[in-house]
DNA sequence: CGTGAACTTGATATGCCTCAATACGAGTGG
DNA sequence: CCACTCGTATTGAGGCATATCAAGTTCACG
């Protein structure tokens, strides 16, 4: 899977196909770590493809405080715009360096109508993306601390390996105490208990600040709430990289300070 | 805006239009309040459009603790598919008498193809629901009881009346405070509570257990933090409507009991 | 008139936040 | 090489918001 010879869907779709290469390229953008893309309300007409990187969407309470929406990573996209207007919904900050692709919306809907394997892809991403956010919704409501944390490890670990949960294994997580608060709703300090508790109870380890090893995967999917192998597939769109493979090589996502 | 002479859009689109009027016909579903249409995991290969009525999708954890992850009013949709699966992410409860349309995932990927005002329209209500969802996740993370019922109130308003939010006018809501609380991600107890201070600050009234009327709209939006008339363009879709008028006669919200 | 579910209100418990102080590590400049 | 500094992580103490438990009331419905 990590070999796949060459990018399908689009690229050798039927029509439209050069324009895709054209249009990608010409909208092909990097940004380094902490860069701010863009702020809530800002104008945006784009639909966003990650290509290698790690990005955050979030929003913003008047004193402040903030909330991680959604992480989207390498073969992911991002719809910032809200319904009616141009504004964008939410902030927009790499959380690595980052290749991407914002595609006006035009040009989008284009690719869309003439490619039927793109829409299929698309409404399996979306499917993802919307699973993901239900898991994370119904944490945010109803879930410990614990438990919060321990899906957001798992959900990362899942969504950033195609080695899916394993033990002893090292997944680095490109977020800090206080960016992974603001992703499960948790202050930073409780975000800090948390994890040390979980390493004391062997659970996992970690290493360099945050790269995550899992030592019991089985107590870990307990808290977590999760079955690690169903998890996997309802969060983690399988067509997605199909989605704009095109877009460039494949990097491996690359860890960097804040 | 009500007096929409005829449905645009589906019906009147140039192919596949007859199409659809036979396969909304041949799909379309009623069910009375309270029904529980699915469970979470149950198979699912459709899509659903809410023609009239209220939908609830919620998730649980193992104790049975529940959040509601979106509710879907007339001329909503909702997709309650995961990824890989055709497993349901959520569970489905109708919260008033509903008339809906569950259609298969390969129809509704064929409408998509033949429509390209339905791609757009469906481009707009997915930035709606992401929008609102978004709005729920910063408050269920960082809100305060006050902030999230505030909210929700003013949420619900917003999406079930064309009037938008104005004072002295009484909405329906046809939850319960249990039901509240699941969607706010607090106990019902505390709905309780929280509801019965912003009565006596005479910030609402409710009549009827759920009938919500606005007193002091400056201070609900200060509350709920929110810009009544942005809120609005943000989190509802302007095309949604138009996505399937074709799907019956506009029936009027109706509240139920539980 | 009885029953059950929702609502209300009070009392208590607790999980997480906030404030505060310290430790650590990386980068910088002397 | 060391001192400095700044951001992040860690740990402790205390407070507050919300959950939980419990009891009583109202209301819809049979």
Redesign the interface.
């Known amino acids: 899977m990590s070999a796949k010879p060459l990018p399908r869907n689009i690229l050798n779709g039927p029509p439209g196909s050069a324009v895709l290469s054209e249009l990608v390229d010409a909208h092909r953008r990097e940004r380094p770590a902490g860069t701010i893309e863009k702020l809530e309300g800002d104008t945006c007409s784009e639909v966003y493809f990650v290509v290698s990187g790690w990005l955050a969407?979030s929003?913003?309470?008047?004193d402040g405080?903030?909330?991680v929406?959604d992480i989207v990573l390498n073969g992911g996209m991002l719809?910032p715009?809200?319904?009616?207007?141009d504004?964008s919904?939410?902030e927009i900050e790499f959380l690595t360096r980052t290749v991407f692709v914002p595609l006006p919306?035009e040009n989008w809907?284009r690719l869309?109508?003439v490619d039927?394997g793109l829409?299929?892809a698309l409404?399996?991403?979306?499917?993802?993306i919307?699973?993901r956010?239900?898991?994370?919704?119904?944490r945010?409501?109803?879930?410990s601390a614990e438990?919060r944390i321990a899906y957001a490890l798992c959900e990362l670990c899942l969504r950033s390996s195609d080695a899916g949960l394993r033990e002893r294994r090292a997944y680095p997580i490109p977020l800090n105490q206080p960016l992974l608060g603001?992703f499960?709703?948790l202050s930073s300090v409780h975000v800090c208990r948390t994890l040390r508790r979980l390493e004391i109870d062997g659970i996992v380890e970690r290493t360099n600040r945050m790269d995550i090893v899992i030592h019991k995967l089985d107590a870990l999917a307990e808290i977590a709430?999760i079955d690690p192998e169903a998890l996997?597939?309802?969060?983690?769109?399988?067509a997605a990289p199909e989605l704009f493979t095109a877009c460039g090589s494949r990097e491996p996502p690359r860890r960097a300070a804040s």
Chains 1, 2 share one sequence.
């Open positions: 969407a929003k913003s309470l008047a405080q903030r909330q929406v719809d715009g809200s319904a009616g207007s504004k919904a939410v919306r809907l869309l109508s039927p829409r299929r409404l399996g991403e979306r499917r993802a919307m699973a956010m239900f898991e994370r919704m119904l945010l409501g109803k879930g438990n603001d499960c709703g709430q996997r597939g309802q969060i983690v769109s399988a």
